[in-house]
Nanobody
Framework: QVQLVESGGGLVQAGGSLRLSCAASGRFFSINRMGWYRQAPGKQRELVARITTGGTENYADSVKGRFTISRDNAKNTVYLQMNSLKPEDTAVYYC??????????????WGQGTQVTVSS
């Protein structure tokens, strides 16, 4: 019913910037919350940032002040502006749609992930 397509990942030097995008498509009524998670080599998947339909934002402490999440509800698209990137930001970044309303139920969906690599 729902597909999440990420874009914007790539290779960047430390101190540089990238902007990730994730567009949700399919048949659904609404999405309560969209966000970004990442998984670095040898580490657990972690929340990077998320945002509700009302605009409430949450960030991991490690990215506060450097990353900014935004959302276009009309387009069902979420963005992640990443500035002042550090090598420790290197990971596969996954888009998540939480609380997707389809008929009487709510479901979670994940994108395929996009690689972000930050060199020293």
């Amino acid at each position: 019913q729902v597909q999440l397509v990420e874009s914007g990942g790539g290779l960047v030097q430390a101190g540089g910037s990238l902007r990730l995008s994730c567009a949700a498509s399919g048949r659904f009524f609404s999405i309560n919350r969209m966000g970004w998670y990442r998984q670095a080599p040898g580490k657990q998947r972690e929340l990077v940032a998320r945002i509700t339909t009302g605009g409430t934002e949450n960030y991991a402490d490690s990215v506060k002040g450097r990353f900014t999440i935004s959302r276009d509800n009309a387009k069902n698209t979420v963005y992640l502006q990443m500035n002042s990137l550090k090598p420790e930001d290197t990971a596969v970044y996954y888009c998540n749609a939480d609380g997707v309303r389809i008929g009487p139920g709510k479901y979670d969906y994940w994108g395929q992930g996009t690689q972000v690599t930050v060199s020293s």
